[in-house]
């Protein structure tokens, strides 16, 4: 049982180009997420899914993409890339956002844009 | 603009004595508040949480106090060990999303 699975685990992108960090999970989680985290700011939720087909925004959407077409899969689309944008990224998923039992997260991508 | 308001930033404890971090919150529309610990190049892992209607709860070393009135809870680690040195973030639901404080960096000196 893998849990929650993200690739790469380090990347750096220069600014404009345009990247997809991959997250799966073997645990048929119905919900998935993505949170950036940095320094002084806790975690900050990217976008959101509650089920295939169903994506939605959270706090800090700008700049990023998401889509749904399986269970496992939540990728996040970086369309095209800005400094601002360096930062540790997490993947989360859990049997729902409204269930007990908490998150489940991934070990993180650490992203260096430049 | 932080809808969990944690504190403090970080927070040094000498081995056996009790750490207490505090989060407070304004949206009375949370619902689940779970707290996190997390190990340098890991991932956030879920420690301990309680709903709205519960004061308390305790799971062996680590305590939650809830006060509803003035939208504040807290995490209690009672016997410190150097091995809880960790960041530890609180978080709330609303709905479909989970807001998280910005974290408390934990110290526990041997």
């Known amino acids: 049982n893998a849990g929650v699975t993200q690739t790469p685990k380090f990347q750096v992108l220069k600014t404009g180009q345009s990247m997809t960090l991959q997250c799966a999970q073997d645990m048929n989680h119905e919900y998935m997420s993505w949170y950036r985290q940095d320094p002084g700011m806790g975690l900050r939720l990217i976008h959101y899914?509650?089920?295939?087909?169903?994506?939605d925004q959270g706090e800090v959407p700008n700049g990023y993409n998401v889509s749904r077409s399986t269970t496992e899969d939540f990728p996040l689309r970086l369309l095209s890339a800005a400094p601002s944008q360096t930062s540790v990224y997490f993947c989360a998923s859990s049997y729902g956002a409204r269930r007990s039992g908490g998150y489940t997260f991934g070990s993180g991508t650490r992203l260096t844009v430049v | 603009q932080q809808q969990v308001k944690q504190s403090p930033q970080s927070l040094i404890v000498q081995k056996g004595g009790i750490s207490i971090i505090n989060c407070a919150y304004e949206n009375t529309a949370f619902d689940y508040f779970p707290w996190y610990q997390q190990f340098p190049g890991k991932g956030p892992a879920l420690l301990i949480a309680?709903?709205?209607?519960?004061s308390e709860k305790k799971e062996g070393r680590f305590t939650i106090s809830f006060n509803k009135s003035a939208k504040q809870f807290s995490l209690h680690i009672m016997d410190s060990q150097p091995g809880d040195s960790a960041t530890y973030f609180c978080a709330a639901r609303s709905g479909n999303k989970l807001v998280f404080g910005a974290g408390t960096i934990l110290r526990v000196k041997s």
């Open positions: 899914s509650v089920g295939a087909g169903i994506t």
């Open positions: 309680i709903r709205p209607d519960v």
